[in-house]
């Protein structure tokens, strides 16, 4: 997921026209901007791209998580069901808003399964949030049905799977709200940066209005701009946005390198007996940011692991005991560690995520490994690191 492989002159070029006027905020300032408007152009080329309605740059993808949620209404005792492997983000953007996060088992698209999702649902429920980790999507059409039924909202995070799509459309835009992280490590990136998309015109006003405390954004003069509701700050400086419009340009080729190179190593492990990989549901097609495999047996993940780095394959992640993206290593949310009380609200709806069973999960995860595909590897390198990858294997199956 590597915009940062790849920032370049185009990108100087963007930043150099907002340092040269010295607007570094996206709002206002009309006279002094020089007509540029990075934050708004760079909104208008993404809702182009995503083919939706509506587009809200905000300053993380933790923000625009948070962000959507506020803008469906989501607030204190609502309950989003989320997955077990996901980013921290996931949780911590619900927490925020003092909504309390469901946690529920992944299946082997390593993210939400519908049948565990189905049977979270209580009369607090609000919301389903599936997040397409490693660049492929959750089943969306078995959780639309879901959510359609339940009368829930259908929040996609495609922060990790950015250009892939599911049924025709951009993941992100097939449910009722999508978030995008536009940090340094992600697809493309802006340094930090985020996006909401809709096209539900009502949260796309709130999603303007909240993000920036509120302002209604009418008329010209911001001091004067009234404030339907209560906001905050999650605003994107230009500078970030500059970077972004520069990298939209290169998502379509950044895209195709990494199909390329994701299909030679997937070309070279399927013929290994015992390696089977991430499904990916019918309809769907990845960005194919990683590649996700499965080994037989958890025992045999850790040697394929340990084999992988002593080959010197760097960039093959073991979720499974990474402290970022898999329940087993939240012992912050598990004991709900936060620096002040938390909610009422919270503290009475949360699972006792200490001794909820997740081993539906763990036996998924206990068996995954994720190679990164990166876009500045050279056609040898890509090829030098599958075989080195395929014998990694085969030496300890
Ligand atoms: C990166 C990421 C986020 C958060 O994005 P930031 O811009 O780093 O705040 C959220 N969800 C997932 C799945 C991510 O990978």
Not at 5 to 28: A, H, W
Request: hydrophobic share 40%; net charge negative.
């Amino acid at each position: 997921m590597p915009g940062f492989e790849i920032f370049g002159d185009e990108e100087r070029k963007e930043v150099n026209e907002v340092l040269e006027t010295g607007v570094l905020m996206r709002y206002g300032f009309d006279g002094m901007r020089n007509k540029h408007w990075k934050a708004k152009e760079f909104e208008t080329a993404f809702a182009k791209r995503m083919d939706v309605d509506h587009c809200q740059l905000v300053s993380s993808g933790t923000a625009a998580l948070t962000v959507a949620l506020a803008s469906a209404g989501i607030g204190a005792g609502d309950e989003v069901i989320m997955p077990t492997f996901t980013f921290v983000a996931s949780f911590e953007s619900i927490l925020a808003l003092g909504a309390v996060p469901i946690l529920v088992d992944i299946d082997d698209t390593l993210t939400l399964n519908p049948k565990a999702v189905e049977a979270a649902i209580t009369d607090k429920t609000k919301c389903v949030m599936p997040v397409h980790m490693c660049g492929s999507m959750a089943d969306l059409k078995a959780l639309k049905a879901i959510c359609d039924q339940n009368n829930l909202i259908l929040l996609e995070d495609a922060c990790q799977a950015l250009g892939g799509t599911y049924e025709g459309k951009s993941l992100g835009s097939y449910g009722d709200l999508g978030c995008f992280s536009f940090d340094y490590v992600k697809t493309i990136t802006c340094g930090e940066g985020g996006a909401v998309i809709t096209n539900n015109t009502k949260f796309a006003q709130n999603a303007d209005h909240y993000q920036d405390h509120g302002h209604d954004h009418v008329g010209k003069d911001r001091g004067a701009e009234d404030h339907p509701f209560l906001g905050y700050n999650f605003r994107i400086s230009e500078l970030n946005a500059a970077v972004g419009l520069a990298q939209l340009n290169k998502l379509d080729n950044i895209l195709e390198i990494q199909k390329k190179n994701y299909t030679i190593l997937r070309n070279a492990l399927e013929t290994i007996e015992g390696v089977s990989f991430r499904r990916v549901p019918q309809g769907g097609v990845e960005n194919y940011s990683f590649l996700n495999f499965f080994l037989p047996t958890e025992e045999l993940a850790k040697k394929v692991h340990k084999a992988l780095s002593e080959q010197g394959v760097d960039s093959c992640f073991y979720w499974y005991t990474n402290n970022w993206h898999y329940i087993n290593g939240w012992h912050h949310l598990k004991n709900k560690k936060s620096l002040g009380p938390l909610s009422s609200e919270i503290r009475n709806q949360m699972q006792d995520l200490n001794n909820t069973d997740f081993s539906k999960s763990d036996a998924v995860m206990g068996r995954t490994i994720s190679s990164l595909i990166k876009i500045g590897w050279t056609e040898e390198q890509v090829k030098e690191r599958a075989q080195k990858m395929h014998n990694a294997i085969v030496s300890v199956l």
